[in-house]
Protein backbone atom coordinates (compact mmCIF):
# COMPACT_ATOMS: atom_id res chain seq x y z
CA UNK A 1 0.00 0.00 0.00
CA UNK A 2 1.25 3.97 -1.31
CA UNK A 3 0.25 6.60 0.65
CA UNK A 4 0.16 9.87 -1.26
CA UNK A 5 -0.09 13.55 0.68
CA UNK A 6 -0.05 16.30 -1.44
CA UNK A 7 0.80 20.49 -1.00
CA UNK A 8 0.84 23.31 -2.64
CA UNK A 9 -1.91 24.72 -4.08
CA UNK A 10 -3.73 28.13 -4.00
CA UNK A 11 -5.12 31.51 -5.79
CA UNK A 12 -2.72 32.64 -8.12
CA UNK A 13 -3.57 35.45 -11.34
CA UNK A 14 -3.60 34.69 -15.07
CA UNK A 15 0.78 34.98 -15.97
CA UNK A 16 1.48 33.74 -12.68
CA UNK A 17 3.22 30.43 -10.95
CA UNK A 18 2.70 27.90 -8.81
CA UNK A 19 4.39 24.89 -7.49
CA UNK A 20 2.57 21.26 -6.15
CA UNK A 21 4.19 18.43 -4.32
CA UNK A 22 3.18 15.36 -3.31
CA UNK A 23 5.00 13.04 -1.30
CA UNK A 24 5.00 8.50 -1.40
CA UNK A 25 5.36 6.79 1.55
CA UNK A 26 4.51 2.78 1.93
CA UNK A 27 5.17 0.00 -0.46
CA UNK A 28 7.14 2.50 -2.81
CA UNK A 29 8.71 -0.05 -5.58
CA UNK A 30 9.93 -0.08 -8.85
CA UNK A 31 9.02 0.00 -11.93
CA UNK A 32 6.68 2.80 -10.90
CA UNK A 33 4.90 6.00 -11.87
CA UNK A 34 4.15 9.32 -10.23
CA UNK A 35 2.39 11.63 -12.16
CA UNK A 36 -0.42 14.47 -11.86
CA UNK A 37 -4.07 14.95 -13.25
CA UNK A 38 -6.65 17.57 -12.55
CA UNK A 39 -10.56 18.12 -13.01
CA UNK A 40 -12.90 21.10 -13.31
CA UNK A 41 -16.61 20.98 -12.50
CA UNK A 42 -18.30 19.41 -15.49
CA UNK A 43 -15.48 17.82 -17.04
CA UNK A 44 -13.55 14.38 -17.01
CA UNK A 45 -10.17 13.72 -14.96
CA UNK A 46 -7.39 14.34 -17.48
CA UNK A 47 -3.59 14.16 -17.93
CA UNK A 48 -1.44 16.75 -16.74
CA UNK A 49 2.08 15.14 -16.47
CA UNK A 50 3.72 11.72 -15.59
CA UNK A 51 7.20 10.40 -14.85
CA UNK A 52 8.47 7.26 -15.29
CA UNK A 53 11.31 5.13 -13.62
CA UNK A 54 14.23 5.74 -15.78
CA UNK A 55 12.84 9.01 -16.45
CA UNK A 56 10.73 9.46 -19.30
CA UNK A 57 7.95 12.14 -19.17
CA UNK A 58 4.95 12.82 -20.66
CA UNK A 59 2.77 15.54 -20.71
CA UNK A 60 -0.99 17.14 -21.69
CA UNK A 61 -0.88 18.69 -25.06
CA UNK A 62 -2.59 21.87 -22.93
CA UNK A 63 0.19 22.42 -20.66
CA UNK A 64 3.24 21.87 -23.01
CA UNK A 65 6.14 23.94 -22.33
CA UNK A 66 4.29 25.82 -19.07
CA UNK A 67 4.29 23.03 -16.79
CA UNK A 68 7.15 20.90 -15.98
CA UNK A 69 7.23 17.65 -14.02
CA UNK A 70 10.29 16.09 -12.19
CA UNK A 71 10.75 13.94 -8.45
CA UNK A 72 13.62 13.70 -6.16
CA UNK A 73 16.34 10.61 -6.91
CA UNK A 74 14.81 8.34 -4.43
CA UNK A 75 11.38 8.86 -6.26
CA UNK A 76 9.49 9.28 -3.61
CA UNK A 77 8.41 13.10 -4.14
CA UNK A 78 7.01 14.14 -7.29
CA UNK A 79 6.90 18.15 -7.89
CA UNK A 80 4.87 19.96 -10.50
CA UNK A 81 6.05 23.65 -11.28
CA UNK A 82 3.52 25.44 -13.46
CA UNK A 83 4.07 28.54 -15.11
CA UNK A 84 2.24 31.17 -17.46
CA UNK A 85 -1.42 30.02 -15.76
CA UNK A 86 -4.60 30.02 -17.52
CA UNK A 87 -8.18 30.31 -16.68
CA UNK A 88 -8.48 27.47 -17.88
CA UNK A 89 -6.05 25.42 -15.19
CA UNK A 90 -8.27 26.10 -12.98
CA UNK A 91 -8.83 22.59 -11.37
CA UNK A 92 -8.53 20.34 -8.31
CA UNK A 93 -4.97 18.97 -8.97
CA UNK A 94 -4.26 14.75 -7.82
CA UNK A 95 -1.58 13.00 -7.34
CA UNK A 96 -1.16 9.70 -8.63
CA UNK A 97 0.91 7.02 -7.61
CA UNK A 98 1.36 3.62 -10.21
CA UNK A 99 3.13 0.48 -9.64
CA UNK A 100 3.84 -0.90 -13.04
CA UNK A 101 4.67 -4.51 -11.66
CA UNK A 102 1.82 -5.19 -9.15
CA UNK A 103 -0.69 -3.16 -11.45
CA UNK A 104 -2.28 -0.99 -8.84
CA UNK A 105 -2.31 2.74 -8.08
CA UNK A 106 -3.16 5.26 -5.27
CA UNK A 107 -4.52 8.94 -5.62
CA UNK A 108 -3.89 11.72 -3.30
CA UNK A 109 -6.39 14.40 -1.42
CA UNK A 110 -6.38 16.51 -4.27
CA UNK A 111 -5.49 20.28 -3.73
CA UNK A 112 -7.49 23.18 -5.66
CA UNK A 113 -5.61 25.64 -8.07
CA UNK A 114 -7.79 28.53 -8.81
CA UNK A 115 -6.56 31.16 -11.57
CA UNK A 116 -7.98 34.20 -11.54
CA UNK A 117 -8.25 37.36 -14.13
Known amino acids: QVQLVESGGGLVQVGGSLSLSCTAS????????MGWYRQSPGTQRELVAV???????NYGDSVKGRFTISRDSAESTVYLQMNNLQREDTAVYYC???????????WGQGTQVTVSS
Open 96 to 106: NFRDLRLHNDA
Open 26 to 33: GSVFKPNA
Open 51 to 57: TFTGGVT
